[in-house]
């Protein structure tokens, strides 16, 4: 069976959650974001498609749900990208990396909710971080001025090309978040030049500094840290290409390790900005699309570092695509990713930033560990001080979801052997400080495909439990066409199975989600100087439309002023 045909026919809305299973627990509280493209069919690749943000009520009754429902809300991201497209929509062509058009590229903001404290953000890889009200889920603000970002790939534009990190980390310490910008350079050949980026929240500018003598061909799709260090790399997974994007065949592949860049906060913050910092450089492999320090750094830096092993994410399913098994690709799979290829592997590493190597390297992978999707950790001060567990969701192998294309253009690195049954998903939990399996839950229909897991602290106590990660719960959303529900394990034995699941009334399917992320319930929009969208909008970003998509422009200034 391939994966749920439902995650790209079903569509996203409200639903009010019944209790289908078990017992809710009483010290649990806060809700559950999820970011989502919308699926709208207007995006030749699902994943570049404008984004909604997803809000489950871990308390029943709120949000207009009956007392004995759990509200499930969903609301389109209102950016100027999404208002400038409603009016406009003749104008933007999809492609295979988005949308163009006069007014620049869509920020779709589509991939993870991140909370911050009493306020909410969205990103996207290829677009500024954007604020939402906690409260009613509205676009608020994009972070940083079109200015303070520095020259857009694609010309001066309204709708600015900003290619970033869909994963910012926020720095308590120093009072702000690191994120990065890529920019091309043609010399020696056509690359990528990062910089590293610090936003403080009490300002509508960013600061740039570029990383002296980095050119590298892919995507900075996380940023990790720790207390001394933050820290970047290639994810190596997503690599564009220009032949592709040209019309041609797909001819690049993921490379097998992937360049980590280290930079001391100190040195970053004490250097003007647009001044080049000198990185710490080391290779690490698998490539990654995950990775995430633990802050205390006393001992080196120590990562979790999620393998996505011959996981091509720029690999999207075509219409005349056949599996490995020489079926034709279901046409409810044309526009998503190639699924993984090999066994994902979970590591475990330390790094000496001083020395500038791997001290230490501990790897788990095993016959179910493919397609290792997302992971749950403690966000909590003291969790990421001292994280204790790691849950990790595993969508199982999907041969029915890996083309012959694929399978040709990574011959030679692939075992065929492995990829021939669809084998079903697993959330397991691994022990910080030495990848130890704790404790696993498998999965007995092939037709689950498990998502973005979350952990939820336990609530009732200002620490909210024993910090790190085993102590709470594990929120798993789980897709199937017979019906969407939403899992609740306990953080401590995921291997016990749910104790409480979450249905749909009427057995409703949900479409693709991303990343998921817990908040503590927040209504109120704290003050904060802010950008608006009119800020952006210069006469030279407007000299390059026509009359009536100035009006649009106007139009959505002036609504959003
Ligand atoms: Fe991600």
């Not at 690749?45 to 489950?56: H, K, P, Q, T």
């Not at 990062?194 to 050119?215: L, Y």
């Not at 084998?423 to 973005?452: C, K, M, N, Q």
């Amino acid at each position: 069976m391939p994966i749920p045909e439902t995650l790209t026919t079903a569509s996203h809305g409200d639903l009010d959650l019944r209790l289908a299973h078990g017992a809710w627990p009483a010290d649990l509280a806060g809700d559950v974001l999820f970011s989502a493209p919308m699926i709208s069919g207007g995006s030749p690749s699902a994943i570049f498609d404008l984004g909604c943000i997803i809000r489950l009520s871990l308390s029943a009754g709120t949000h207009g749900a009956a007392p004995d429902r759990f509200a499930w809300r969903t609301r389109a991201i209102e950016s100027p990208s999404k208002r400038i497209h409603d009016r406009a929509p003749d104008a933007f062509v999809a492609t295979t990396v988005g949308h163009r058009s006069s007014f620049g590229p869509l920020n779709a903001a589509n991939t993870a909710p991140l909370p911050w404290g009493d306020r909410l953000f969205v990103t996207w890889d290829a677009g500024r971080p954007v604020e939402l009200h906690p409260g009613t889920l509205d676009f608020v603000a994009e972070v940083g001025s079109i200015d303070s970002w520095g020259p857009s790939m694609m010309g001066d534009t309204v709708l600015p090309t900003i290619l970033t990190s869909a994963h910012p980390v926020t720095d308590r310490a120093r009072g702000g978040m690191w994120t990065t910008k890529l920019d091309p350079v043609l010399e020696p050949t056509f690359a990528m030049a990062p910089s590293v980026v610090f936003w403080r929240p009490d300002r509508t500018d960013v600061s740039v500094w570029p990383i002296e003598g980095i050119a590298f061909n892919g995507s900075t799709h996380t940023v990790s840290h720790t207390r001394d260090w933050v820290i970047l790399c290639d994810s190596g997974n997503f690599r564009a290409d220009l032949g592709e994007m040209m019309g041609g065949e797909r001819t690049v592949t993921v490379d097998d390790d992937a360049p980590v860049w280290l930079l001391r906060k100190d040195q970053v913050l004490s250097t003007p900005p647009g001044t080049p910092v000198r990185p710490v450089c080391l290779r690490v492999a698998p490539p990654n699309g995950h990775f995430y320090a633990r802050y205390d750094d006393a001992d080196g830096i120590s990562m979790v570092w999620e393998g996505m092993d011959l996981l091509d994410l720029g690999l999207a399913h075509r219409a005349d695509d056949v599996d490995l098994l020489g079926r034709p690709m279901p046409p409810t799979a044309i526009g998503l990713y190639n699924m993984a290829m090999a066994r994902s592997t979970l590591n475990e590493i330390v790094i000496d930033p001083n020395r500038g190597v791997v001290a230490d390297q501990v790897r788990h992978s095993d016959d179910w560990t493919f397609n290792l999707q997302l992971s749950a950790m403690d966000w909590s001060p003291a969790g990421q001080a001292a994280p204790t567990a790691h849950h990790v969701t595993y969508q199982g192998c999907r041969p029915g979801n890996v083309s012959e294309r694929a399978a040709q253009l990574y011959r030679g690195r692939i075992e065929r052997s492995q990829l021939t049954e669809e084998t079903p998903a697993s959330l397991a939990t691994f022990r910080r400080g030495g990848l130890e399996v704790i404790s696993r839950w498998e999965y007995g229909d092939v037709g689950d495909l498990p998502t973005s897991p979350t952990f939820v602290p336990r609530s009732g106590s200002a620490a909210g439990g024993d910090p790190g990660g085993h102590d709470g719960y594990v929120v798993q959303p789980v897709f199937n066409d017979g019906g969407f529900r939403v899992e609740l394990f306990d953080a401590a034995r995921v291997g016990a199975g749910p104790i409480a699941t979450l249905r749909a009334a009427a057995n409703e399917c949900v479409p693709l989600m991303l990343h998921s992320a817990w908040m503590p319930t927040t209504t109120e929009l704290v003050d904060a100087p802010r950008l608006s969208f009119a800020d952006d909008v210069t006469d030279a970003r407007l000299a390059g439309l026509d009359r009536p998509e100035r009006r649009v422009v106007a139009s959505v200034a002036e609504e959003l002023g």
